[in-house]
């Protein structure tokens, strides 16, 4: 079972669209992440929400656009992307943002054309 | 900041035969390290974790040893099964702080 969901789980999109990532939980979790993850690479951070506010951006370019509409969904908004970003995209959450499991969902491959 | 390496980058131990992967992390300050296992293709999946205030912890087939003074931590794996084949990343969390990965090692366990 995948406490976390993402979707879509494949997107191929060309470098001038405009995209959205989703991910979602249940587990009553009050931090959320999103990480990118190139192969054969470990996860790379992006962003830490925690209770909802904007706690980390590890100098992402401005093309991705994070949002937390409340504490159980997490977006990533795409525009403008470049071959590059080609990867897989992992959210996690946690039940707070210090010192605890997170746990990952199944990810979105984005290709960019 | 904090920095973790890890060791080996690939390993291939026979089916049955035990399999050890060694982390080394830099921050004294670290006090959380967790290990996930990602098989091709899927989630990174948390499948152990200690704390520092434990030297050891076992679950079934795997456990985990800490050495604080030393800063390393590793992964040992008793009677591997093929399904155990998978990318293994173990990660540092000093208090405040996100995880800081290794780079991750690839196990191969041959029938």
């Known amino acids: 079972d995948t406490e976390v969901t993402q979707t879509p789980k494949h997107l191929v999109m060309g470098m001038t669209n405009k995209k959205s990532l989703k991910c979602e939980q249940h587990m009553g979790h009050r931090a959320m992440y999103w990480y990118k993850q190139k192969a054969k690479k470990p996860p790379e951070l992006m962003f830490v929400?925690?209770?909802?506010?904007?706690?980390i951006n590890e100098s992402v370019p401005s093309r991705f656009s994070p949002e937390c509409p409340n504490s159980s969904l997490l977006n990533l908004h795409l525009h403008a992307l470049q071959p590059e970003d080609s990867a897989l995209y992992l959210c996690?959450?946690?039940?707070?943002?210090?010192?605890?499991?997170?746990?990952f969902g199944d990810g979105t491959r984005l290709s960019i054309l | 900041g904090e920095n973790v390496e890890q060791h080996p980058s690939t390993l291939s131990v026979q089916e049955g035969d035990s399999a050890v992967i060694k982390c080394t992390y830099s921050?004294?300050?670290?006090?959380?390290f967790p290990w996930y296992k990602q098989e091709l293709g899927k989630r990174p999946q948390l499948i152990i974790d200690?704390?520092?205030?434990?030297g050891e912890k076992k679950d079934q087939r795997i456990a985990v040893t800490l050495n604080k003074t030393a800063k390393h931590f590793s992964l040992h794996i008793t009677e591997t099964q093929p399904e155990d084949s998978a990318v293994y990343f173990c990660?540092?969390?000093?208090?405040?702080?996100?995880?800081?990965f290794g780079p991750g090692t690839r196990l191969s366990v041959l029938p």
């Open positions: 990660a540092a969390n000093a208090y405040g702080q996100n995880f800081v």
């Open positions: 921050d004294s300050a670290s006090n959380y």
């Open positions: 996690a959450s946690s039940s707070t943002y210090i010192d605890q499991p997170q746990h």
């Open positions: 200690i704390r520092s205030n434990v």
């Open positions: 929400y925690s209770y909802e506010k904007l706690s």
